[in-house]
């Protein structure tokens, strides 16, 4: 599977974004999905999980409320709406695919490039 990023940017505090990531390659609906972010200096970490029929997702507690995955299996894509934004969201964002079909422990097989998502206070 091939991931592909994009959606980030600047964006100020209390701010809103929609991330998108494409995938191509195998079967796209075999594969839970993820999206995962690293703050400088910091290790990369966990933010949400969608199953592969989009029924069932998983939030760090961090994020709880404010952002939103969803997947649409049609177009081979995943989201992730980004609202309330914090310059604690400042990062670089990456989709994750997941063989397994796990969203409760991510163990990634896939990941896209990474996008980055700034946010300015």
């Known amino acids: 599977v091939q991931l592909q990023a994009s959606g980030g940017g600047l964006v100020q505090a209390g701010g809103s974004l929609r991330l998108s990531c494409s995938a191509s390659?195998?079967?796209?609906?075999?594969?839970?999905m993820g999206w995962f972010r690293q703050a400088p200096g910091k290790e990369r970490e966990f933010v949400a999980a969608?199953?592969?029929?989009?029924?069932?997702?998983n939030y760090a507690d961090s994020v709880k409320g404010r952002l939103t995955i969803s997947r649409d299996n049609a177009k081979n894509a995943v989201y992730l709406r980004m609202n309330s934004l914090s310059p604690e969201d400042t990062a670089l964002y990456y989709c994750a695919a997941d063989g397994s079909g796990s969203i409760a422990n991510m163990r990634p097989n896939y990941w896209g490039q990474g996008t980055l998502v700034t946010v300015s206070s």
């Open positions: 390659g195998r079967t796209f609906s075999a594969y839970s």
């Open positions: 969608i199953s592969r029929t989009a029924g069932l997702t």
